[in-house]
């Protein structure tokens, strides 16, 4: 009998690029979730389809309860509470997300021994960034016997293809300062500061990158014993860069934690990279460099990884976690960021099976 995942948001362009790549890597029985079903935008045929609010409490279990797995893609995260992985861990069904947000990471978190005790596997922040990006970090830790400094940078051309939920995540991610691992302490960082130039893989080349709160902001701090974690986000074309700068320093924070504002900003920005997407495209890269110490000496390791749609490769990375769940390979009861649970060997062997080329020097 085949498995059945429950994908909510997944009429969304990143729920619906999960799907898409389990429906091609397993032989899942596949639901996807909204609230409303209406649109033009074709469906796999494959595909279960339920109409389902999040605040329906009672549909939501029924859902749950019917499903082996549960991946949860209803953002923006920032908005959302733990009832979806605590009706799962009620029902023992696994969980999976595609989480990219501190606060909604740090209270997911606190429900690990429950999971733990319900024989849940609940496995956070898959997708592209944070996903497959910590993996990546994995990846270089391994490489050292001591570990001094994390930096992932991540740019993303346009909207990313993943619509209207990108842009609200990000002018969400401008409304505070946030805490950061510097030298071995928490520092109080302003979001979208520090610009810095990055060497990106073609066709990104050098590309400014800004401080910008994300759930690996500390969550590598616990996975892995580095003294200094930095993550870094940009956009091209580069006057978006300049545009969101400024929101971010000259606008007064008490603006910009108007959900009003939110919705405004978000809705100019995505009308006006419909037209910008056209040349800049919606790609995305990432690059992880970890700096430590193997045999006496101070190197660093660098990977990267850059794919034409931001939308597909978040999916993929989150396909990849559900594939490795529903076949047996990766079971570990508790809440985990994706980088404490998925080994490197498997990681490795999940991008190569999808072609995705990881460059390392």
């Known amino acids: 009998m085949n498995k059945r995942v429950l994908i909510l948001g997944g009429r969304g362009r990143i729920g619906n690029s999960v799907a898409e790549d389990l429906a091609q890597h397993t032989s899942a029985e596949i639901t996807i979730t909204g609230r409303k079903l209406t649109g033009n935008r074709a469906i796999n045929p494959r595909f279960k389809v339920l109409e389902l609010d999040l605040e329906d409490q009672q549909k939501l279990e029924t859902a ?159 996975s892995f014993p580095a003294k200094t974690v930095i993550t870094k986000f940009g956009t091209v074309p580069d006057f978006y860069n300049y545009l969101t700068w400024s929101v971010a320093h000259w606008w007064p924070a008490s603006w910009l934690q108007n959900p009003a504002v939110i919705e405004f900003l978000s809705q100019v920005s995505y009308r006006m990279t419909n037209v910008t997407d056209i040349w800049s495209g919606i790609g995305v890269a990432v690059r992880s460099c970890v700096t430590g110490i193997k045999q006496g000496k101070t190197v660093d390791y660098c990977s990267t990884i850059v794919h034409e749609n931001t939308a597909t490769i978040a999916g993929i990375g989150t396909g990849t976690i559900a594939e490795l769940c529903l076949n047996g390979e990766l079971q570990k009861p508790g809440v985990w960021p994706v980088e404490q649970v998925l080994s490197t060997p498997l990681f490795e062997a999940a991008m190569n099976n999808r072609g995705i080329n990881i460059q390392t020097s």
């Open 64 to 222: 749950i309860a019917n499903s082996d797995l549960v991946i949860h893609c209803a953002g923006p995260f920032h908005y959302r509470d733990t009832g979806v992985l605590q009706a799962c861990i009620q029902q023992n069904v696994n969980y999976i997300d595609v989480s990219d947000n501190r606060g909604f990471t740090s209270r997911i978190l606190e429900h690990s021994e429950a999971a733990k005790k319900a024989g849940v596997t609940a496995i956070i922040n898959t997708g592209i960034f944070p996903g497959i990006s910590n993996s990546m970090v994995r990846q270089g830790v391994e490489q050292f016997d001591q570990v001094e400094k994390i930096h992932l940078s991540y740019v993303v051309g346009g909207s990313g293809g993943a619509g209207m939920t990108v842009m609200r995540t990000t002018f969400i991610g401008l409304q505070r300062p946030f805490e950061v691992w510097i030298n071995g302490e928490w520092k109080t960082i302003k979001p979208y500061s520090e610009r810095e130039t990055i060497e990106f893989p073609p066709p990104y080349g050098k590309t400014g990158v800004y401080w910008f709160d994300m759930p690996e902001c500390f969550t590598l701090v616990d």
